[in-house]
């Protein structure tokens, strides 16, 4: 008898990329699912949703309507659907898409094999979108390592509430692993050949986990114990918030060699009246005085940033604030949106004057600002000699390989397959617009 097949989509952030990993081992180690890229010959079919912006929404409607249609050649289908979107909507997506079986939350993951065997026993579609803590991690299969990076997840969830946010209300508030469950979790990984690992989570340094001596360790100390790991060589975290970025934070770049110089901290404007009605909790002068700190701390580091353009209220004067604050900072990347209203959430219910075009311009030109700003940082890294960690072949070009620097950048270089999933030397000799091309030294 052939395996049964899984079909599973992803959207949205780096959660849900992790999320869906982890359902694919779950499915595979419970039920015997194998992956399939085709739709068509799929027995179980997973959507796991987005909904940070509306479009992430819409997305998997027009999707699930695809996949009523395979069902119909495949009445067997099971079709489960996770993720935000579930969170939020619960047994409303039935109502929109009755073909849909199961409905679970970021929460309840663990709880799929459940799900569907009590669907197919009852023929009633089940609904779990509950926030049962962090009993989803004991639930899950031990992580296997597919290469020399991985990610590890640290802590769920976020009770920052910014206004214009979904993400407390559909993944719950911050809930942090054990501090042992998370070393273990990488010291496992470290033993498959794991060297570069990307600690995961909604606010990372809001981490506070507990001890076995029954305190709490903080995101600092966390970072400390991780890098004494053995073969970890690398590490990074993604997302943090600057409202918990401790000097003690600050001060783990100068002490701690194998944390990248690369850091990822949103900051959403540069307009202090904006950033109170989003209610992030900092100025502008205080994000920068972090940056100013973290330079100190780690000459050179990159900083990417997060930024909403045309939240509700959003002057020219205040979108000017903006773009002097990418100047001062000079970020190296930006994941930059303009603002999408979320249902249930404040800033929804705020008034909004700017019409979706004036926008828009605001955003082309914050990213073209941004994007010149990458471009000139990495022209700085010509004839440099930069530490990579060797990720595979490239996705071009007979016996290339590709790697990541330090600062998040991809090169491609002439090398053997041996080094693949070693970290190298490599000496910049070409910049691209999104890539960089060196040479083995
Ligand atoms: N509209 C636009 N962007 C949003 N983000 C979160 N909510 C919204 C929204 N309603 C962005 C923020 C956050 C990133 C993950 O998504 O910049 O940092
Ligand atoms: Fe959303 Fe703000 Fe929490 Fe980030 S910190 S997940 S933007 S509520």
Redesign the pocket.
């Known amino acids: 008898m052939t395996a049964k097949k899984l079909y599973l989509r992803s959207f949205g952030c780096q959660m849900n990329d992790y999320d869906s990993g982890r359902i694919a081992d779950l499915l595979e180690e419970r039920m015997g699912l194998e992956k399939t890229e085709s739709l068509d010959e799929a027995d179980v079919v997973i959507l796991n949703t987005c909904s940070i912006r509306e479009k992430a929404q819409e997305k998997v409607f027009s999707d699930l309507g695809r996949i009523r249609e395979a069902k119909k050649c495949h009445p067997g289908m099971m079709i489960a659907v996770g993720g935000c979107v579930a969170s939020q909507e619960g047994k409303k997506i039935l109502d929109r898409a009755p073909w849909v079986d199961v409905v679970f939350g970021p929460q309840t993951l663990h709880r799929i094999p459940e799900l569907l065997a009590e669907r197919e026993k009852t023929g009633r579609a089940q609904v779990d979108v509950s926030f049962p803590e962090i009993e989803k991690f004991d639930s899950l299969p031990a992580p296997h390592a597919s290469g020399a990076a991985a990610f590890v997840s640290i802590m769920e969830g976020?009770s920052?509430?910014?206004t214009y946010?979904v993400?407390?209300y559909t993944r719950g508030e911050e809930i942090s692993r054990p501090l042992v469950d998370v070393l273990v979790e990488v010291a496992q990984l470290a033993d498959q050949g794991v060297k570069e690992v990307t600690l995961l989570g909604?606010?990372v340094n809001a981490y506070r986990g507990r001890t076995p001596a029954g305190d709490e360790a903080d995101f600092a100390l966390l970072l400390e114990y991780v890098s004494e790991i053995e073969g970890i060589e690398r590490i990074r975290y993604t997302t943090s918030?600057p409202r918990e970025f401790t000097q003690r934070l600050i001060d783990a770049y100068r002490k701690l060699p194998k944390l990248v110089s690369h850091v990822h901290l949103p900051v959403q404007s540069g307009s202090d009246r904006i950033l109170a009605a989003m209610k992030r909790g900092y100025t502008a002068l205080e994000y920068k005085s972090i940056i100013r700190r973290l330079k100190a701390a780690r000459p050179g580091i990159a900083v990417a940033t997060d930024i909403i353009v045309g939240f509700p209220g959003e002057t020219e004067d205040d979108f000017e604030r903006t773009m002097t604050l990418i100047e001062d900072v000079g970020f190296d990347a930006s994941f930059s949106f303009v603002y999408s209203p979320r249902p249930g959430t404040p800033a929804a219910r705020l008034p909004d004057d700017t019409p979706y075009s004036v926008k828009l311009a605001r955003l082309q030109r914050l990213q073209k600002r941004i994007d010149e700003n990458a471009a000139e940082i990495s022209r700085g890294m010509l004839g440099k000699i930069e530490r990579v960690l060797v990720l595979g072949p490239a996705k071009r070009g007979e016996g290339e390989l590709m790697a990541r620097t330090d600062n998040n950048r991809i090169v491609n270089f002439p090398g053997p397959a041996s080094i693949i999933n070693q970290m190298a030397n490599v000496r910049i000799t070409e910049v691209f617009p999104h890539t960089l091309g060196g040479e083995l030294v």
């Open positions: 976020c920052k509430y910014c946010c993400v407390p909604q606010n918030h």
